[in-house]
Protein backbone atom coordinates (compact mmCIF):
# COMPACT_ATOMS: atom_id res chain seq x y z
CA UNK A 1 0.00 0.00 0.00
CA UNK A 2 1.33 3.52 -1.25
CA UNK A 3 1.53 6.24 1.14
CA UNK A 4 1.25 9.33 0.58
CA UNK A 5 3.36 12.32 1.71
CA UNK A 6 2.19 14.02 4.83
CA UNK A 7 -0.82 11.69 5.71
CA UNK A 8 0.25 9.84 8.94
CA UNK A 9 -1.28 6.25 9.65
CA UNK A 10 -3.99 7.21 12.27
CA UNK A 11 -3.66 3.64 14.41
CA UNK A 12 0.43 4.55 14.71
CA UNK A 13 -0.62 8.17 16.37
CA UNK A 14 -3.15 6.72 19.04
CA UNK A 15 0.08 4.77 20.96
CA UNK A 16 1.76 8.27 21.31
CA UNK A 17 1.48 11.01 24.07
CA UNK A 18 -1.79 9.98 25.20
CA UNK A 19 -2.03 8.86 28.99
CA UNK A 20 -5.20 7.47 30.62
CA UNK A 21 -6.53 9.95 33.71
CA UNK A 22 -4.76 8.88 36.97
CA UNK A 23 -8.28 8.17 38.48
CA UNK A 24 -9.63 6.17 35.66
CA UNK A 25 -7.60 2.36 36.80
CA UNK A 26 -8.51 3.03 40.35
CA UNK A 27 -12.39 3.32 39.09
CA UNK A 28 -12.36 0.50 36.84
CA UNK A 29 -10.68 -1.65 38.98
CA UNK A 30 -13.59 -0.69 41.79
CA UNK A 31 -16.73 -0.91 39.28
CA UNK A 32 -15.32 -4.36 38.29
CA UNK A 33 -14.68 -5.71 41.96
CA UNK A 34 -18.08 -4.31 42.58
CA UNK A 35 -19.63 -6.58 39.74
CA UNK A 36 -17.76 -9.66 40.69
CA UNK A 37 -15.96 -9.60 37.67
CA UNK A 38 -12.49 -8.84 39.53
CA UNK A 39 -11.41 -10.18 43.49
CA UNK A 40 -9.41 -8.86 45.42
CA UNK A 41 -5.77 -9.93 45.94
CA UNK A 42 -5.61 -10.93 49.70
CA UNK A 43 -2.50 -9.43 51.53
CA UNK A 44 0.74 -11.20 50.70
CA UNK A 45 1.31 -12.36 54.42
CA UNK A 46 -2.56 -14.03 53.89
CA UNK A 47 -0.93 -16.33 50.73
CA UNK A 48 1.88 -17.50 52.54
CA UNK A 49 0.02 -18.66 55.82
CA UNK A 50 -2.23 -20.15 53.32
CA UNK A 51 1.06 -21.37 51.44
CA UNK A 52 2.41 -22.38 54.96
CA UNK A 53 -0.89 -24.36 56.28
CA UNK A 54 -1.20 -26.33 52.73
CA UNK A 55 1.93 -27.68 52.57
CA UNK A 56 1.84 -28.62 56.43
CA UNK A 57 -1.14 -30.50 55.55
CA UNK A 58 0.07 -31.96 52.44
CA UNK A 59 2.81 -33.27 54.84
CA UNK A 60 0.45 -34.54 57.78
CA UNK A 61 -1.51 -36.87 54.49
CA UNK A 62 1.68 -37.96 52.91
CA UNK A 63 2.84 -39.53 56.29
CA UNK A 64 0.12 -40.94 57.04
CA UNK A 65 -0.28 -42.25 53.99
CA UNK A 66 2.84 -43.98 54.12
CA UNK A 67 2.19 -45.51 57.57
CA UNK A 68 -0.65 -46.79 56.50
CA UNK A 69 0.90 -48.60 53.60
CA UNK A 70 4.05 -49.83 55.48
CA UNK A 71 1.53 -51.23 58.30
CA UNK A 72 -1.19 -53.21 56.40
CA UNK A 73 -2.04 -54.39 52.87
CA UNK A 74 -2.95 -52.17 50.49
CA UNK A 75 -6.94 -52.34 49.87
CA UNK A 76 -8.06 -51.49 46.05
CA UNK A 77 -12.20 -52.04 46.13
CA UNK A 78 -12.31 -53.67 49.12
CA UNK A 79 -10.42 -56.21 48.65
CA UNK A 80 -6.10 -56.84 49.82
CA UNK A 81 -3.55 -58.37 48.32
CA UNK A 82 -1.86 -61.72 49.55
CA UNK A 83 0.93 -63.37 48.59
CA UNK A 84 0.89 -67.68 49.34
CA UNK A 85 4.57 -68.67 49.27
CA UNK A 86 4.87 -72.61 49.20
CA UNK A 87 7.91 -74.13 51.12
CA UNK A 88 9.38 -77.95 50.71
CA UNK A 89 11.27 -79.38 52.82
CA UNK A 90 12.41 -83.50 53.00
CA UNK A 91 9.11 -84.47 54.42
CA UNK A 92 7.09 -83.73 51.40
CA UNK A 93 4.84 -86.65 50.15
CA UNK A 94 6.87 -86.57 46.10
CA UNK A 95 5.16 -90.44 45.74
CA UNK A 96 2.86 -88.36 43.12
CA UNK A 97 3.96 -88.07 39.94
CA UNK A 98 4.92 -84.18 39.52
CA UNK A 99 2.28 -83.86 36.38
CA UNK A 100 -0.60 -84.90 39.01
CA UNK A 101 0.74 -82.17 41.00
CA UNK A 102 0.40 -79.67 38.81
CA UNK A 103 -2.83 -80.86 37.12
CA UNK A 104 -4.22 -80.72 41.00
CA UNK A 105 -2.84 -77.36 41.47
CA UNK A 106 -4.16 -75.77 38.39
CA UNK A 107 -7.87 -77.26 39.31
CA UNK A 108 -7.21 -75.31 42.70
CA UNK A 109 -5.96 -72.31 41.34
CA UNK A 110 -8.50 -71.95 38.21
CA UNK A 111 -11.08 -72.34 40.99
CA UNK A 112 -10.10 -69.04 42.57
CA UNK A 113 -9.64 -67.54 39.24
CA UNK A 114 -13.32 -67.94 39.36
CA UNK A 115 -14.25 -66.52 41.79
CA UNK A 116 -11.99 -63.38 40.94
CA UNK A 117 -9.57 -64.33 44.00
CA UNK A 118 -6.28 -64.97 42.00
CA UNK A 119 -3.95 -62.81 40.60
CA UNK A 120 -1.34 -65.06 39.27
CA UNK A 121 0.15 -68.83 40.35
CA UNK A 122 3.48 -69.91 39.54
CA UNK A 123 6.19 -72.37 39.81
CA UNK A 124 9.54 -72.01 40.76
CA UNK A 125 12.50 -73.48 40.11
CA UNK A 126 13.96 -75.56 43.01
CA UNK A 127 17.83 -73.63 42.44
CA UNK A 128 18.27 -70.70 43.58
CA UNK A 129 20.64 -68.11 43.29
CA UNK A 130 21.04 -66.37 46.91
CA UNK A 131 22.21 -62.84 47.11
CA UNK A 132 23.47 -61.72 50.49
CA UNK A 133 24.98 -58.08 51.49
CA UNK A 134 28.00 -58.58 53.59
CA UNK A 135 30.46 -55.50 55.10
CA UNK A 136 29.38 -53.38 52.18
CA UNK A 137 29.44 -56.11 49.27
CA UNK A 138 27.19 -58.60 48.09
CA UNK A 139 28.07 -62.57 47.82
CA UNK A 140 26.39 -64.50 45.68
CA UNK A 141 26.03 -68.26 46.21
CA UNK A 142 23.93 -70.93 45.00
CA UNK A 143 21.54 -73.12 47.05
CA UNK A 144 20.11 -76.77 46.38
CA UNK A 145 16.84 -77.58 45.86
CA UNK A 146 16.01 -78.65 49.68
CA UNK A 147 17.26 -75.66 52.50
CA UNK A 148 16.99 -76.13 56.21
CA UNK A 149 14.34 -74.18 56.34
CA UNK A 150 12.94 -75.42 53.37
CA UNK A 151 12.74 -74.80 49.63
CA UNK A 152 10.68 -71.69 48.10
CA UNK A 153 8.58 -74.12 45.25
CA UNK A 154 5.90 -71.40 44.22
CA UNK A 155 3.70 -68.49 45.13
CA UNK A 156 0.38 -67.44 44.57
CA UNK A 157 -0.98 -63.74 44.68
CA UNK A 158 -4.66 -63.65 45.51
CA UNK A 159 -7.82 -61.42 46.53
CA UNK A 160 -8.90 -61.52 49.85
CA UNK A 161 -11.53 -59.16 52.27
CA UNK A 162 -9.40 -59.65 54.95
CA UNK A 163 -6.27 -61.81 56.40
CA UNK A 164 -8.91 -64.36 57.99
CA UNK A 165 -9.87 -64.77 54.48
CA UNK A 166 -6.25 -65.02 53.23
CA UNK A 167 -5.72 -67.78 55.37
CA UNK A 168 -8.84 -69.60 54.46
CA UNK A 169 -8.42 -69.63 51.42
CA UNK A 170 -4.70 -70.90 51.98
CA UNK A 171 -6.04 -73.60 53.93
CA UNK A 172 -8.01 -74.82 50.33
CA UNK A 173 -4.51 -75.12 48.85
CA UNK A 174 -3.04 -79.22 47.93
CA UNK A 175 0.22 -78.35 49.16
CA UNK A 176 -0.77 -78.21 52.48
CA UNK A 177 -2.07 -82.40 52.32
CA UNK A 178 1.17 -83.43 50.87
CA UNK A 179 3.61 -81.60 53.96
CA UNK A 180 3.86 -78.53 52.57
CA UNK A 181 4.24 -75.31 53.93
CA UNK A 182 2.91 -71.70 53.15
CA UNK A 183 3.61 -68.48 54.47
CA UNK A 184 1.10 -66.04 54.00
CA UNK A 185 1.83 -62.18 53.43
CA UNK A 186 -0.20 -59.24 52.81
CA UNK A 187 1.54 -57.40 50.07
CA UNK A 188 1.72 -53.55 50.93
CA UNK A 189 1.78 -50.49 49.05
CA UNK A 190 0.13 -50.56 45.12
Request: proline letters at 6%.
Amino acid sequence: MEEHPGKQDPLRAIGRGIDPPDALEGRVRRTLTRRGLLRRSPSPAWGRVAAAAAAIVLFAVGYATGQIRRDGPAILDGVARYALFLYEDASFDTSRPPTELVTEYSAWAAGLRERGRLETGEQLAAAEILLEGQAGSIAVGERGPVAEAGALTGLFVIRAASESEALSIARTCPHLKYGGRIAVRAIVGT
